[in-house]
């Protein structure tokens, strides 16, 4: 028997299965935030790789700031809408 919750998802998932709707994220976002983080990656990474010690926070602060990202993202239905100074 499927539980309510796995029933509300396949639902949901249903209805948005002809969904074209897609997700910008704004230009400043990219110049700045996404860009610094994606150093920081890369810094962790490369020093990771060289044997150094490996320090959690580091990477824990890594992820708040790729959410942070992430919710900057907005969902356009049509291209039309897209303002392309800003995104």
Known sequence: ???KSELKQ???EVLTEGDKSFYRLP???IGNQFYS???KLNSLYDSVKNDNDFDPETLKS???ELNKILNS???FDYVEDVDPKLY
């Open 10 to 12: 396949l639902i949901k």
């Open 1 to 3: 028997m499927m539980k």
């Open 73 to 75: 993202a907005k969902k």
């Open 27 to 29: 230009k400043t976002t």
């Open 37 to 39: 983080t994606m150093k």
């Open 62 to 64: 890594i992820i708040g």
